[in-house]
């Protein structure tokens, strides 16, 4: 669970509280990760049919499944250490992403978190930091998107390289994972259960034809609401995906309740599972 902020009462005007500059600066990132998503948006909407059909595997994926602005999300609030930025289908089409989506938003946001840097008790962040497992905002943090450019693989995915990572500098959990494990140039290969724990899945990929036959997909899906409370889009659309094994199915309940912090920046979720593949299973 989050942490509840300390309330301290400000002398220079005499009614502000740490309560209060929490809430102003929640507010600030909301209407940051807003600018996100309509970037995304409208990137996403000047695509040519040729780049749209790259960027959906021929038509496999939808668009609303490439949107990016869950997993910042996910990261700025101390959940998921690192997250990959890709396009899979079309990687050519990323550093254009990048530089006119993501850059500007990473400038947006380390500016407020190094205002909480300045404005955090050094005794408050040591305190909150140990608690690992549970969402923090506001925080200090240092956002960083690197590419990929040593030559990487991992078991379900023939190559990285040209793909982004997005990760904190002032998380050292968070750095020293990515750097170690996905931009380190003398790094081949990244086994699954590594990538799970720095993407934060809670389940495991299938090692047998057998668990093969258990796969669950899980979709955690997002709406973001407008300063005014209106839904900014009529769909619900992918914050972030991962798939289990049925007998870990009672690790997403757990993992959602951490996840669903990100109501704080006015970003609704709920989760989708797709269990056709398992309900044909023999009951023990």
């Known amino acids: 669970m989050m942490q509840s902020p300390s309330r301290n009462t400000n002398g220079n005007n005499g009614c502000t509280s740490s309560a209060v500059s929490e809430h102003d600066t929640i507010r600030r990132t909301a209407r940051v990760l807003r600018q996100l998503y309509q ?3 409208h990137w996403l909407s000047t695509r040519t049919s ?3 059909l790259l960027l959906s595997q021929q038509g496999q994926l939808s668009l609303n499944e490439q949107l990016h602005y869950g997993e910042v999300a996910f990261v700025l609030l101390r959940l998921k250490p690192c997250a990959i930025i890709d396009f899979a289908g079309d990687r050519a089409q990323l550093k254009d992403y990048i530089s006119t989506v993501i850059e500007p938003t990473i400038r947006d946001l380390n500016a407020l978190g190094a205002a909480a840097a300045k404005s955090l008790a050094a005794a408050d962040v040591q305190s909150r930091a140990a608690d690992s497992n549970s ?3 506001p925080r200090p943090f240092q956002l960083t998107c690197s590419r990929i450019n040593g030559q990487l693989a991992s078991p379900e995915v023939a190559s990285w390289t040209g793909a982004f990572v997005l990760y904190d500098e002032m998380w050292t959990e968070s750095a020293n994972w990515a750097k ?3 931009l380190d140039p003398l790094c081949t290969t990244v ?3 590594t990538l799970a724990r720095g993407l934060d899945y809670p389940g495991s990929l299938p090692t047998n034809t057998e668990d093969m036959m258990t796969i669950v997909p899980v979709s955690y899906l997002g709406r973001m609401k407008s300063e005014s409370g209106e ?4 769909r619900w659309e992918c914050l972030t995906s991962f798939v289990v094994l049925h007998h870990q199915l009672h690790q997403v309940a757990l993992h959602r309740i951490r996840y669903e912090a990100v109501k704080m920046f006015d970003i ?3 989760v989708t599972m797709d269990t056709s593949l398992i309900e044909n299973l023999p009951m023990d």
């Open 39 to 41: 970037r995304e948006s």
């Open 191 to 193: 086994a699954e259960d």
């Open 180 to 182: 170690a494990n996905l």
């Open 268 to 270: 609704e979720m709920q």
């Open 231 to 234: 839904w900014m889009s009529d």
């Open 50 to 52: 040729d780049q749209s």
């Open 135 to 137: 969402a923090w905002y």
